[in-house]
């Protein structure tokens, strides 16, 4: 055959070898020879467009115009580019770059270097590639594995990932695996248990369990349906854990929930409410609102503005409930300042400090301090110094006692 083979039109073409280029007008259909059919073509495939090929195809670069199917695998070693259509292939695909205007489906696995689709990429079968960047929206059924993905619409893989960039405008969902750094617009959710080293998300994020990383910056809501191992949390609206958590510190602007326990190497601040079903233990706890916990143990200082409830008992170096708050349960701690109006069941503390009004069951203290108007239903017990300014309701009268309960 001569150095380029050319085809008119609506025709359908047999083709085994084509040493050179091919060129194909519009709606003209290629069948090719041998089990499975296949057209080899060492040159560039040109067409002009609306072509079919009833085979599997080789060859150089596939260039075109308009729409092609292809009803087998597609084998180029150079590039694919699509001026001004789609293109569908039934089969497997391996190019170096792919370039499609508007949509590309591949039933079978992918392996490429690039991918650049204007509108929709729909794989089916596993991916591979070093970039993949869709303007529209991208689904894979398969395995996704890339260096770096950007999507401007939406993203859902079914499978698992394993992926170094992930940057999508609005939704994106996948199945777990490992994605370095994700930055989604809108939403993010992984069913599957996923490693990440940066997790950057506008709106909602939820993750699956047994999930663990690095950052998690979310501005809307994060939720995990199981355990989570991270590094830093920081989320404008709430944050749900339903099993337990582990990592350096949590900032939430609204709530927090965790299932079972929360274990922290730095520190917990959240604008509102804190419940944590089991055992905290941070480096110092600062609540807006109210904290619920089994049993809390901060390093440094707890501060709440609201109220505390602990089944266990709360311990730290320092405490503080804000004005008109509330503790329920005991707090032990080297010093204790229990707010203006503020309510507790049972204090214990080297240095203890009850503001104007303060109502407290039971007060232990090497160093206690009450301002006037403060109410003590049942025992005040010192080791050192007891200093009452005003007048004072007292249960019992004051004991200096040798040692404090523990």
């Keep these: 055959m001569s150095d380029r083979t050319t085809a008119p039109s609506r025709n359908t073409i047999t083709i085994d070898t084509v040493n050179g280029d091919l060129e194909l007008g519009r709606h003209t259909v290629v069948k090719g020879t041998g089990t499975p059919p296949t057209a080899k073509v060492y040159g560039t495939v040109r067409c002009e467009g609306h072509n079919t090929f009833e085979c599997s195809l080789t060859a150089r670069n596939f260039e075109a115009e308009n729409d092609v199917t292809i009803h087998g695998n597609l084998e180029i070693e150079d590039d694919v580019e699509i001026e001004d259509g789609r293109m569908e292939v039934y089969g497997t695909m391996t190019a170096g770059n792919v370039d499609v205007n508007d949509a590309l489906y591949v039933s079978g696995d992918v392996k490429v270097e690039n991918i650049d689709v204007g509108g929709a990429l729909r794989i089916d079968g596993k991916t591979e590639a070093a970039d993949i960047d869709v303007g529209g929206s991208f689904k894979a059924k398969g395995e996704v594995d890339a260096e770096r993905v950007e999507v401007g619409g939406s993203l859902n893989i079914e499978a698992k990932v394993n992926i170094k960039e992930?940057?999508?405008?609005?939704?994106?969902?996948?199945?777990?695996?490992?994605?370095?750094?994700?930055?989604?617009?809108?939403?993010?959710?992984?069913?599957?248990?996923?490693?990440?080293?940066?997790?950057?998300?506008g709106g909602a994020v939820r993750l699956s369990d047994k999930s663990k990383g690095g950052e998690v910056n979310v501005g809307g809501s994060f939720r995990v349906e199981g355990s989570?191992?991270?590094?830093?949390?920081?989320?404008?609206?709430?944050?749900?854990?339903?099993?337990?958590?582990?990592?350096?510190?949590?900032?939430?602007?609204?709530?927090?929930?965790?299932?079972?326990?929360?274990?922290?190497?730095?520190?917990?601040?959240?604008?509102?409410?804190?419940?944590?079903?089991?055992?905290?233990?941070a480096r110092n706890i600062d609540i807006g609102g109210a904290l619920s916990t089994?049993?809390?143990?901060?390093?440094?200082?707890?501060?709440?503005?609201?109220?505390?409830?602990?089944?266990?008992?709360?311990?730290?170096?320092?405490?503080?409930?804000?004005?008109?708050?509330?503790?329920?349960?005991?707090?032990?701690?080297?010093?204790?300042?229990?707010?203006?109006?503020?309510?507790?069941?049972?204090?214990?503390?080297?240095?203890?400090?009850?503001?104007?009004?303060?109502?407290?069951?039971?007060?232990?203290?090497?160093?206690?301090?009450?301002?006037?108007?403060?109410?003590?239903?049942?025992?005040?017990?010192?080791?050192?110094?007891?200093?009452?300014?005003?007048?004072?309701?007292?249960?019992?009268?004051?004991?200096?006692?040798?040692?404090?309960?523990?």
């Design 166 to 201: 992930l940057d999508v405008g609005g939704t994106a969902t996948v199945n777990g695996g490992i994605i370095h750094d994700i930055d989604i617009g809108g939403s993010f959710e992984s069913k599957g248990p996923l490693e990440f080293h940066r997790i950057d998300v």
């Design 228 to 281: 989570l191992e991270f590094d830093q949390i920081d989320v404008g609206g709430r944050v749900d854990i339903t099993g337990s958590g582990e990592g350096k510190e949590i900032e939430v602007g609204g709530r927090v929930e965790v299932g079972e326990s929360l274990k922290l190497r730095g520190n917990l601040e959240v604008g509102g409410r804190a419940e944590v079903k089991g055992e905290i233990t």
């Design 294 to 406: 089994k049993k809390g143990t901060a390093e440094d200082r707890v501060e709440v503005g609201g109220a505390i409830t602990t089944l266990e008992g709360l311990g730290a170096r320092f405490v503080e409930i804000g004005n008109r708050g509330e503790i329920r349960g005991t707090v032990k701690a080297d010093e204790v300042i229990i707010g203006k109006d503020a309510r507790a069941d049972i204090v214990i503390g080297k240095r203890v400090l009850l503001r104007k009004g303060a109502v407290v069951n039971s007060v232990y203290g090497d160093s206690i301090t009450i301002e006037p108007h403060c109410r003590i239903n049942s025992d005040l017990q010192y080791t050192n110094e007891l200093k009452i300014n005003g007048s004072v309701s007292l249960a019992k009268q004051p004991q200096k006692v040798e040692k404090l309960p523990l």
